[in-house]
């Protein structure tokens, strides 16, 4: 229970506090229609355009917050920062530049991870540090990727390469900013520079919607679900805690219960990093920055989304789980690790080395390989594959073109194995060290690993029919009459 309390609310809460009230400051400052109140302010008789304000704001608050937290701390965000941003002009675009900027970051952040490990959480300047990562070698990427002839470019390349190293001022504002510096989500310096300038305002309609009855409405819907997040962990803490499968009487229930009671473990103990999550959303739908974009729905604030609340209930899959669940993470992987892994060849392979690139990153416990490594890749691993099986036996493509009453049914069977799926790779998450983690994954019967080895020695001596991809159909090339 202590744990808990540690990691989501007495440590992070001060900090979202402090975020939620620069979003409404920002929001007062620069959002209050009609006028803008500081569209050019006078300081010592010099104009300053509004979107250096910005900047300065966003360093000066971030700078701040993280002092007042992290105290001498804050200089492991301070000096990797600073140095991030002088060798991304004084050295050449290569392969020795981009190596820097993913080993030496990363290196820092284990040697803070290893220092200060213990067997419980901790919310240190290790978890900035962990966002700064992330944001210092995207934008090492997004500066090289704009050396690239336009035809080489992918979509990501073409919207989030930098043709021009950004001033300092613009720089400290990106890198500090509270909204996503304290705890993710990462976004790119584009969108903030788009966020800055009001470009991501450019399609909205204001003479249609309000921006801030829109932008208070997204903020109190993420804080909803902030607090139901955080309901929710706490009955976990309740009717299952921790402790409760570290205990001896646990192996005296039966292992069918046994493995219930720890997926709902993992079901409800998962929705702290909702709670969290949600909050940081919340202050970003509040200042606009979280703006999307407008569908036919409206107004849509989904940037800075962490984690779809709704989807997460019932999945049907690990591999959907996983996109949903942290998706800032989830996108930085993709683009800049997986995607530039395509020389190998092979998915899989670009899949493994991704999943030990995170499990690094989340930390030095072996709960972690656990989680990602041990557990994700084998996951995906295996139902990529029997995805393309029960395909071709039934010949269904989705559960969606199923009739509603077989459609329920295979929805709940989905669910519930994806639950199962999830709980049992968040054993490595939940207890981190080596001897809690596999002592719980032996009073479950390591239940997954064994499924996972029966379901692979199966897909062996199934016909080739059965596990090979359907060929797509292709388009004529001439149109018939």
Not at 279 to 306: I, K, M, N, W
Not at 369 to 384: A, G, N, Q, R, S
Request: charged share 10%.
């Amino acid at each position: 229970m202590s744990s808990t309390y540690s990691f989501a609310w007495w440590h992070v809460c001060p900090s979202l506090c402090s975020t939620a009230c620069f979003s409404f400051g920002y929001h007062q400052l620069f959002n209050s229609p009609p006028q803008n109140p500081i569209a050019n302010l006078p300081i010592c008789h010099i104009s300053f355009p509004c979107h250096c304000v910005k900047h300065l704001y966003f360093f000066i608050t971030g700078a701040g917050l993280f002092t007042a937290w992290l105290g001498w701390d804050s200089l492991h965000l301070a000096i990797p920062s600073l140095l991030g941003y002088v060798l991304v002009c004084v050295m050449p675009a290569g392969t020795l530049r981009s190596s820097i900027f993913l080993i030496a970051p990363l290196a820092h952040l284990v040697w803070g991870l290893s220092t200060y490990a213990s067997d419980e959480y901790s919310v240190g300047w290790m978890t900035p540090a962990c966002v700064n990562v992330q944001a210092l070698f995207a934008f090492c990427m997004d500066v090289t990727d704009s050396r690239l002839p336009p035809e080489k470019k992918n979509a990501d390349q073409k919207m989030l390469s930098i043709a021009k190293i950004p001033s300092l001022i613009a720089y400290l504002g990106f890198k500090f900013n509270p909204l996503t510096a304290v705890g993710g989500p990462m976004i790119n310096f584009n969108e903030y520079e788009r966020f800055v300038h009001g470009a991501h305002l450019k399609d909205f309609d204001a003479k249609k919607y309000s921006l801030t009855l829109r932008s208070v409405m997204s903020c109190l819907r993420c804080l909803l679900q902030a607090v139901l997040g955080v309901a929710l962990t706490f009955v976990g803490v309740l009717i299952v805690p921790k402790s409760m499968f570290l205990a001896d009487t646990f192996e005296e229930r039966d292992l069918v219960t046994r493995i219930a009671l720890l997926t709902i473990h993992g079901m409800l103990d998962l929705c702290k990093y909702v709670g969290v999550w949600k909050l940081v959303e919340s202050a970003a739908c509040l200042c606009t920055l979280g703006y999307s974009g407008t569908d036919a729905s409206g107004p849509q604030f989904h940037l800075c989304r962490q984690v779809h609340f709704g989807q997460l209930v019932l999945p049907t899959n690990c591999a959907m789980y996983s996109v949903k669940f942290n998706c800032a993470t989830h996108r930085f992987v993709k683009r800049y690790i997986f995607k530039r892994l395509a020389f190998l060849g092979n998915w899989y392979a670009s899949l493994l080395l991704s999943t030990i690139y995170i499990s690094i990153w989340h930390g030095v416990h072996f709960g972690y390989f656990w989680t990602f490594l041990i557990c994700e890749f084998l996951t995906l691993f295996v139902e990529t594959r029997y995805i393309t099986v029960l395909k071709n036996l039934t010949g269904v493509q989705s559960l969606a073109s199923l009739p509603l009453v077989p459609r329920v049914i295979a929805h709940a069977l989905c669910s519930t194995y994806t639950h199962m799926a999830i709980a049992y790779g968040y054993i490595g998450m939940s207890f981190l060290g080596w001897g809690k983690v596999v002592l719980v994954a032996t009073r479950v019967g390591f239940y997954f690993h064994v499924s996972w080895a029966v379901l692979l020695l199966v897909h062996v001596f199934l016909p080739a029919s059965w596990k090979s991809t359907p060929a797509k159909p292709v388009a004529s090339a001439k149109k018939t009459d």
